[in-house]
């Protein structure tokens, strides 16, 4: 007898799959398997048929080349996004494009500052309690924003002492709820960027964003270095 369950399981782990590549990605197939606690096979049958069903894409990894195949890291494309976005895009887009016709765009502005001061409201407290460490606050703020639907992770950049010495981190939100609005809509973008300053107590700068159609949202938050900088 067939298990009637087995369709189900296969497209729980599908989803698992393509959410975790939503979060981490641009990710490999080891990364996925070390995320996901599943063989490397299973890994590579899932992102396989989510490549061939168009949701996710191949990028060249970076870094030095080994012998063999290249190496590739994976990312939602645009139909992956589409997939994961909520069915309120359209509505949400028809408000506020009316909210722009009777208002003009100091309301559409207006709308998107008190949007993210209730994300501020309601994660304040979070943060707050991590400390005054840009990299702890930044730690805190992945963790809220992934529970309020961004898919969000934080990788460390920079190198102290190089050229530069600038460090910082890399906040990466790999799926955005408003994606689709937003592409219309910038100043909700710019309201989530200061919110973000705002939040981390550190001017923060974006980097790339889903809404301008890369693969995922980076923002660089700086942290303090105690190395000086070179003469």
């Given at each position: 007898?067939?298990?009637?369950?087995?369709?189900?399981?296969?497209?729980?782990?599908?989803?698992?799959?393509?959410?975790?590549?939503?979060?981490?990605?641009?990710?490999?197939?080891?990364?996925?398997?070390?995320?996901?606690?599943?063989?490397?096979?299973?890994?590579?049958?899932?992102?396989?048929?989510?490549?061939?069903?168009?949701?996710?894409?191949?990028?060249?990894?970076?870094?030095?080349?080994?012998?063999?195949?290249?190496?590739?890291?994976?990312?939602?494309?645009?139909?992956?996004?589409?997939?994961l976005a909520t069915d309120y895009d359209d509505?949400?887009?028809?408000?506020?494009?009316?909210?722009?016709?009777?208002?003009?765009?100091?309301?559409?502005?207006?709308?998107?500052?008190?949007?993210?001061?209730?994300?501020?409201?309601?994660?304040?407290?979070?943060?707050?309690a991590a400390g005054e460490?840009?990299?702890?606050?930044?730690?805190?703020?992945?963790?809220?924003?992934?529970?309020?639907?961004?898919?969000?992770?934080?990788?460390?950049?920079?190198?102290?002492?190089?050229?530069?010495?600038?460090?910082?981190?890399?906040?990466?939100?790999?799926?955005?709820?408003?994606?689709?609005?937003?592409?219309?809509?910038?100043?909700?973008?710019?309201?989530?960027?200061?919110?973000?300053?705002?939040?981390?107590?550190?001017?923060?700068?974006?980097?790339?964003?889903?809404?301008?159609?890369?693969?995922?949202?980076?923002?660089?938050?700086?942290?303090?270095?105690?190395?000086?900088?070179?003469?």
């Amino acid at each position: 007898m067939l298990n009637a369950d087995a369709p189900t399981d296969e497209s729980r782990t599908r989803d698992r799959v393509l959410r975790v590549v939503s979060q981490e990605g641009p990710v490999s197939i080891p990364a996925l398997v070390d995320s996901l606690g599943l063989t490397e096979t299973a890994v590579r049958r899932h992102v396989g048929a989510l490549h061939a069903d168009g949701l996710v894409e191949a990028r060249e990894a970076g870094g030095p080349r080994r012998r063999g195949r290249p190496a590739k890291t994976w990312v939602l494309s645009s139909s992956g996004h589409r997939t994961l976005a909520t069915d309120y895009d359209d509505l949400a887009g028809e408000a506020l494009r009316f909210l722009r016709r009777t208002g003009g765009e100091h309301a559409v502005q207006a709308f998107a500052e008190e949007r993210m001061a209730g994300l501020e409201e309601r994660i304040s407290e979070r943060l707050d309690a991590a400390g005054e460490d840009p990299q702890s606050r930044t730690d805190a703020l992945v963790n809220a924003l992934t529970t309020e639907g961004y898919a969000a992770s934080a990788r460390p950049v920079g190198t102290p002492g190089g050229p530069t010495a600038l460090t910082g981190v890399q906040l990466c939100q790999g799926h955005c709820p408003v994606q689709h609005v937003a592409s219309e809509f910038p100043e909700l973008c710019e309201a989530e960027t200061e919110a973000f300053s705002r939040l981390l107590g550190v001017h923060v700068q974006r980097l790339a964003t889903l809404a301008h159609g890369d693969h995922v949202c980076t923002t660089f938050v700086p942290t303090p270095t105690t190395e000086r900088p070179p003469r």
